[in-house]
């Protein structure tokens, strides 16, 4: 199971953004917006809402497990996802 690390995003970061890509934090704004490259398939730039997604920070091991297989991680991940959704 994906958990969110502790601490902030800050620029250097990964982070997995709406579409369950990790990715490497290039930049936050002063607003409301991170973005950065999917470290999937390399497309940038990646933005999110810091607010309105479901953006967390991933650690490296999941990283490797979505690098690894990437459609059996996204599959999983939206499981988890859906499964989060209902318990709220």
Partial sequence: MTTDQPGEIRPGDIYE???FH???CTYIDDGDEIGGISLI???HPRA???SGCAVIKLSITDVIAAKADW????ARRKAEFHTESQSR
């Fill in 71 to 74: 459609p059996a991680y996204l």
């Fill in 48 to 50: 999110c809402s810091l």
């Fill in 41 to 43: 398939d390399a497309t």
């Fill in 22 to 24: 990790p990715v490497l």
């Fill in 17 to 19: 953004d709406c579409s």
